[in-house]
């Protein structure tokens, strides 16, 4: 009995390391990084001079943390003395309205920052995807309890099958990584008992569908 109990809090604890490295919140700043690992310029040369800036790169990379990043976890604070969300874990649907209305904002001014700026165009059709299904998900999370972090990485999923289908691009590798893991998050969050089945299944396949729609017809 004790060894069972020790193996249970053992899965309980990766389970919430996967939770943490695989958070929403980080999940637009792992894609963008993925996407500049791909040497983007030789499947858009319109843009190479973009996609080779190191500057510009750099660029990104700080306003997409500290819009998408820092200032939802500096927000924390005051959402709980307002009691907006009853803990860091929002475990009710409606504790994430709030947060989301704020995300979807700034997902939004993030996209408008990095479009007027001439990030290359890939780069902020991604930030846009983003704010279309944080816009998504507030909708349904009045009424919901989807998966948020099966949400992210279905969009992320969904954005590497399109550029595979419509560019060409071999990111083979990518995308087994990506579905391997998807299936430890969805493991993840089971594990905890912080969704249902059809709430995983659901968050993956909305967020892969609305990414591969918007990228494909973008």
């Keep these: 009995m004790k060894l069972s109990a020790e193996n249970f809090q053992l ?18 700043l792992y894609g963008i990084f993925m996407l500049y690992q791909l040497d983007l310029y030789n499947y858009f ?79 902020t059709t991604y930030i846009l995807i983003g704010g279309f299904i944080v816009f998504i998900a507030l909708i349904i999370s009045w009424n919901w309890k989807i998966s948020l972090h099966l949400l992210g990485m279905g969009a992320i999923t969904g ?15 990518y995308l087994i990584i990506l579905l391997l893991a998807s299936g430890l998050v969805a493991y993840s969050r089971l594990k905890l008992e912080a969704h249902n089945p059809k709430q995983i299944y659901a968050g993956f396949s909305v967020g892969f569908s609305i990414s591969s729609i918007v990228l494909y017809y973008f």
């Design 11 to 28: 899965e309980k604890f990766i389970a919430r390391a996967i939770s943490l490295l695989f958070h929403p919140i980080l999940l637009t």
């Design 45 to 123: 040369p319109h843009e190479f001079h973009k996609w080779i800036s190191k500057e510009l790169e750099k660029w990104i990379y700080m306003v997409v943390a500290i819009n998408t990043i820092l200032i939802p976890l500096s927000l924390i604070p005051f959402y709980l003395y307002r009691k907006f969300i009853l803990s860091v874990r929002m475990e009710q649907s409606h504790e994430r309205i709030i947060p989301l209305i704020v995300q979807s904002i700034l997902f939004f001014i993030t996209y408008y920052i990095l479009n007027r700026f001439y990030a290359p165009e890939l780069i």
């Design 159 to 173: 954005i590497f099958f399109i550029l595979s289908l419509k560019y060409k691009i071999d990111v083979n590798n």
